[in-house]
């Protein structure tokens, strides 16, 4: 079991399972307050138990714990698959790796090796290195090496592939309904490139892939874990579900009883904890899989595998962290490997004879603020404004969220302040939000001379006086649209 808990130090009840050999903790934004106090956190758990599995959901870009406050300091994959250079690839894995291993993670959930092949995926996007499998391959090889270069055990996920869904497994369960030929091409590649580089972990995904098993979502199938991963695809790492609790898996078993049934089905590692971090809930999944050892259908073969498996990602861990204790911080010349990768990234299209940049004063900046994936933490610090005003006094700013937008408030707080002003529009996945797209193009007709910075998935380029293309929300990414906004760089690709 890998269970969260609740605040910035452990809890009774968890130093105390962990004394009685607990094999796991997840750790979430609510018990991260900076480095040195997650160093001193998990120096009290490892204190209880030297061999326990720490793990943390930390992909930079939106998906980040560490960062969650102020923003990441590192793209996401999906402006990585945009450069598409390897080498950068792997050097922002073993920065992040590096900060990883400094205060003692064992695992870290990434990276998502998922294809985004559906653009209207709500869950994926950014997350995935991009809509191509040759590419997203590359990519998920070269993360996997660079992250555990560091000492730090990779998780490709969501097994056998999340990319071509339209729903959120947070809430239902997601269908893949391609053959198992188009499988095998696309959403499978990316997986038999992780393990080919070595990959540690994988996580399983909470969908239903008919083609393997037409009923049961892939972490309680053993057909998919144990037949398609172990077997046929030869892996012999560690296999670790998503959230058990999420409503894929728990609205139909459980959280205690998807829990047991995922064991069963060939997981080694339970993950628990994201909105259910109780003491009544670890005690609930350990019972439910001592109740099903005892009731015969979960072998007690397959329970000290799964443990071993465990012990043996313990091992792993403790060795290669001796191995790359001098691993340095990376850097592009005196850059920052994260703020050089989001500024390679960005893209910049301007219109015939357009002389909107650098911006003559400073603007007004709209965001338009969309409801994201409960994979992304809520509090979690993104846009352009915020970096603008830093370079630019004078700068102001409304954030709107959906029910704000109609014709009236957009004049009040979005038109009139800009008059006789720039004004700049910010955007997130705007072809996902109807409500986000009325908005701009309400703005655009009013304002010809707008500039629209995406910091989602772009679908139409060129949008506004100036379209900026971030290719992700990070904050290293608002920070370099600010940049060319102002002049302080020159974008590298402009058309």
């Known amino acids: 079991m890998q269970p969260g808990f609740e605040g910035i130090t452990p809890p009774d009840w968890v130093r105390r399972r962990l004394g ?64 598409d250079d390897l080498d950068l690839t792997e050097s922002i894995a073993r920065d992040l790796g590096r900060d990883l291993a400094q205060v003692g993670l064992t695992v870290n959930f990434a990276p998502s090796a998922d294809v985004n092949s559906n653009p209207d995926n709500p869950v994926i996007g950014l997350r995935s290195f991009g809509p191509n499998p040759d590419l997203v391959a590359r990519h998920v090889a070269a993360w996997v090496r660079g992250l555990q270069s560091a000492g730090v055990a990779a998780c490709a996920k969501h097994f056998p592939g999340h990319g071509d869904t339209s729903v959120d497994s947070h809430h239902t369960v997601p269908k893949v309904t391609a053959s198992r030929e188009e499988l095998e091409e696309v959403a499978l590649l990316p997986f038999r490139a992780a393990i ?200 102001t700013s409304v954030r709107l969220h959906a029910g704000q937008v109609d014709a009236g408030k957009l004049t009040e707080v979005a038109l009139t302040p800009a008059a006789g002003r720039p004004l700049v529009v910010v955007v997130r996945d705007v072809h996902r939000f109807d409500w986000m797209e009325a908005a701009l193009e309400f703005l655009l007709r009013s304002r010809q001379d707008a500039i629209v910075v995406e910091m989602g998935l772009p679908r139409k380029a060129g949008q506004g006086a100036v379209h900026i293309a971030t290719y992700g929300a990070a904050r290293v990414c608002g920070q370099v649209a600010a940049e060319v906004l102002t002049g302080a760089i020159t974008p590298e690709r402009t058309w």
């Open 20 to 83: 009685e050999g607990l094999g796991g903790v997840t750790l979430f934004t609510r018990n991260i307050a900076g480095l040195p106090q997650s160093a001193a956190l998990i120096a009290e758990l490892r204190a209880e138990n030297p061999d326990v599995i720490i793990g943390v959901d930390e992909e930079s870009g939106e998906v980040t714990r560490l960062e969650a406050s102020h923003g990441s300091s590192r793209p996401g994959s999906y402006a990585l698959g945009v450069v």
């Open 196 to 395: 080919e580089a070595g990959v540690r972990t994988i996580m399983s995904g909470h969908l239903v892939v008919p083609a393997f098993d037409p009923d049961t979502p892939a972490t309680l199938s053993p057909r998919i874990m144990l037949q398609l991963l172990r077997e046929e695809m030869g892996f012999d790492g560690l296999i670790i579900t998503d959230g058990i609790e999420m409503a894929a898996i728990a609205a139909a078993y459980g959280i205690a009883g998807g829990g047991a049934r995922a064991i069963a089905a060939g997981a080694d590692l339970v993950c628990v904890g994201g909105e259910h971090s109780d003491e009544g809930t670890a005690t609930a999944l350990r019972d439910a899989i001592a109740d099903a050892v005892v009731e015969g259908w979960l072998p007690e073969e397959r329970l000290a595998d799964a443990a071993r498996r465990v012990k043996e990602l313990a091992d792993w861990h403790a060795q290669a962290v001796r191995d790359a204790v001098h691993v340095p911080a990376s850097q592009n010349g005196s850059v920052p490997v994260g703020l050089a990768a989001a500024r390679r990234a960005l893209r910049v299209v301007t219109h015939p004879g357009s002389a909107f940049l650098p911006l003559p004063t400073a603007p007004h900046v709209v965001e338009l603020v969309p409801v994201m994936s409960l994979a992304i933490d809520r509090g979690t610090r993104w846009g352009v404004a915020e970096p603008l005003a830093a370079l630019m006094e004078g700068t």
